[in-house]
């Protein structure tokens, strides 16, 4: 069925969940691994504020599902920007559908009426669909009375953010994927001068590894310092 699917698209290769560092998440994940194999829940709704990894749960469900030889798919809807609600053509067939920023679609009567018929297709095949939104599902401006309710159907997960600690230890974990090292120092002292969220922190740390290699280097506190500071004034 991929074939006839009108947009391309791929899998993010450091986006599994043996990337993601869970936090006080743990639960969720566990939800999730066991909605993609089809030991639980048939339908998981995911939400909270962004920069929580929202996303990269998501496409760590569709390589989940690969690794068990099962069709998925993934798209990133995007307010102001909805592809033609065709991309629904042919989805009802796959074991998942995972959707990023459901949320989008509210108020667009066309997308809410093609999703409500995919999401029934999809739903008697006895498949899988994960969603996620910046928002609970009650609290979604969805105009369609029959689809709001049947997006709060299944488990609604609420992803918590990371506590400080929690935050310290993923930037560890991340560098150490990375294949180099970071401090408890050096993580304290990220914390108190970069934004806390993960996409800027994991992008921070690229920088850092970049820097790191280039002037050989191991990453001090005195030596990050250096580079933050090369890097405002960049």
Same mark, same amino acid.
């Given at each position: 069925?991929?074939?006839?699917?009108?947009?391309?698209?791929?899998?993010?290769?450091?986006?599994?969940?043996?990337?993601?560092?869970?936090?006080?998440?743990?639960?969720?994940?566990?939800?999730?691994?066991?909605?993609?194999?089809?030991?639980?829940?048939?339908?998981?709704?995911?939400?909270?504020?962004?920069?929580?990894?929202?996303?990269?749960?998501?496409?760590?469900?569709?390589?989940?599902?690969?690794?068990?030889?099962?069709? $998925?798919?993934? !798209?990133? =809807? /995007?307010?102001?920007?909805?592809?033609? %609600?065709? @991309?629904?053509?042919? &989805?009802? #067939?796959? +074991?998942?559908?995972?959707?990023?920023?459901?949320?989008?679609?509210?108020?667009?009567?066309?997308?809410?009426?093609?999703?409500?018929?995919?999401?029934?297709?999809?739903?008697?095949?006895?498949?899988?669909?994960?969603?996620?939104?910046?928002?609970?599902?009650?609290?979604?401006?969805?105009?369609?009375?029959?689809?709001?309710?049947?997006?709060?159907?299944?488990?609604?997960?609420?992803?918590?953010?990371?506590?400080?600690?929690?935050?310290?230890?993923?930037?560890?974990?991340?560098?150490?994927?990375?294949?180099?090292?970071?401090?408890?120092? $050096?993580?304290? !002292?990220? =914390? /108190?001068?970069?934004?806390?969220?993960? %996409?800027? @922190?994991?992008?921070? &740390?690229? #920088?850092? +590894?970049?820097?790191?290699?280039?002037?050989?280097?191991?990453?001090?506190?005195?030596?990050?310092?250096?580079?933050?500071?090369?890097?405002?004034?960049?």
């Amino acid at each position: 069925m991929a074939e006839q699917l009108p947009v391309n698209f791929e899998f993010r290769a450091n986006q599994t969940f043996k990337d993601f560092f869970p936090g006080s998440n743990q639960e969720i994940v566990d939800h999730l691994q066991q909605c993609v194999t089809g030991d639980g829940e048939q339908q998981i709704f995911i939400w909270g504020k962004p920069g929580l990894g929202k996303s990269h749960l998501l496409q760590a469900c569709c390589q989940h599902a690969h690794q068990h030889h099962l069709s $998925a798919f993934y !798209f990133a =809807l /995007a307010a102001n920007a909805l592809p033609d %609600p065709a @991309l629904l053509a042919g &989805l009802d #067939k796959f +074991d998942l559908v995972c959707l990023d920023n459901i949320e989008t679609i509210a108020g667009d009567p066309v997308w809410e009426q093609a999703f409500f018929n995919f999401f029934n297709q999809h739903r008697s095949g006895g498949h899988r669909l994960i969603v996620s939104a910046a928002c609970a599902p009650a609290k979604l401006a969805i105009q369609l009375p029959d689809l709001k309710t049947r997006l709060s159907w299944g488990l609604s997960l609420k992803l918590k953010p990371l506590s400080e600690s929690d935050c310290i230890a993923a930037l560890i974990f991340k560098a150490d994927q990375m294949g180099f090292e970071i401090s408890m120092q $050096a993580g304290r !002292f990220l =914390l /108190a001068n970069y934004d806390r969220d993960l %996409p800027s @922190l994991w992008h921070l &740390l690229e #920088k850092l +590894d970049r820097a790191s290699l280039a002037a050989k280097r191991k990453l001090t506190l005195p030596f990050l310092k250096k580079i933050l500071t090369q890097t405002a004034h960049g």
